[in-house]
């Protein structure tokens, strides 16, 4: 049975980028998953990471370009441990187009870097939803962060909690964000928000992601969020 939202903004927080990751035109993912483990694999113990690649459209019953929005094909977090300075997170990025060479695009992948606030967790969970976007024109963060905490992210607990799925906002920094997108030598810095929702698998997320519920979250979002330059994708975790 789902309990009234607490107010959002007292849920734990971390400092964290959320990324997401396109291939070139016609690229696969053959060589995206390898070259995104070794990633993880050589940061340092003052980060944590977790990352999802693309799931085929035939294993979701409702492939992320129904939503209306660009799909990636990886999305990524790392986050700072308790302590450590913010610094690393901008280290851990630089130069992560080169270090990836030639299985991204780019000018199409797009950092978000700010604080995240760890509403509802499920670390053992096999299928993720990242999710990143621009505002509409005009929408102010300071307005926008206020609409996520008090109006959106309450649907989103009510229809995650009763379930054990996770709900996770990053709120960004605008110029952590624009720096962050520049030492990685990535083109989109106007990427404003991102969130993670994580599920023990498709059946357990789409049980919560109901048509009813999907069309709720997108009416809701009208005249706040530009679907059209949002980027997602569902995922599985990079083994």
């Given amino acids: 049975m789902s309990r009234a939202a607490p107010d959002l903004r007292s849920a734990p927080t971390v400092a964290r980028l959320g990324g997401l990751l396109k291939t070139p ?3 696969g993912l053959a060589e995206f998953e390898p070259a995104l483990a070794d990633f993880g694999a050589d940061l340092p113990s003052s980060l944590r990471w ?27 977090e790392i986050s700072l441990v308790p302590g450590e300075s913010p610094e690393a997170l901008l ?5 992560l187009s080169d270090t990836l060479g030639g299985v991204v695009d780019s000018a199409r ?16 969970g096999r299928f993720i939803l990242f999710f990143g976007g621009h505002l509409i024109e005009g929408m102010s963060l300071e307005s926008f962060d206020k609409w996520w905490f008090e109006e959106h992210g309450p649907i989103a607990y ?22 962050a ?15 993670s929702i994580t599920a023990d698998s498709a059946d357990h997320f789409f ?18 969020v530009a679907r059209e330059l949002c980027i997602g994708l569902f995922a599985r975790p990079v083994s």
């Fill in 25 to 27: 035109e016609g690229g």
């Fill in 50 to 76: 977790n990352c999802g690649i693309r799931l085929p459209d035939d294993e979701v019953p409702v492939a992320a370009d129904e939503m209306g929005i660009t799909v990636a094909d990886a999305g990524f």
């Fill in 91 to 95: 280290e851990a990025v630089t130069g």
């Fill in 109 to 124: 992948c797009a950092i978000v870097a700010g604080t995240a606030y760890l509403t509802l967790t499920n670390d053992g």
């Fill in 158 to 179: 009510d229809v995650w909690q009763p379930l054990g799925i996770s709900y996770e906002q990053l709120h960004a920094d605008p110029g952590l964000t624009k720096e």
């Fill in 181 to 195: 997108n520049a030492r990685a030598g990535f083109g989109d810095d106007g990427c404003l928000f991102f969130e």
């Fill in 207 to 224: 049980t919560g992601m109901t048509e009813e519920a999907g069309a709720r979250f997108e009416e809701h979002e009208q005249g706040v």
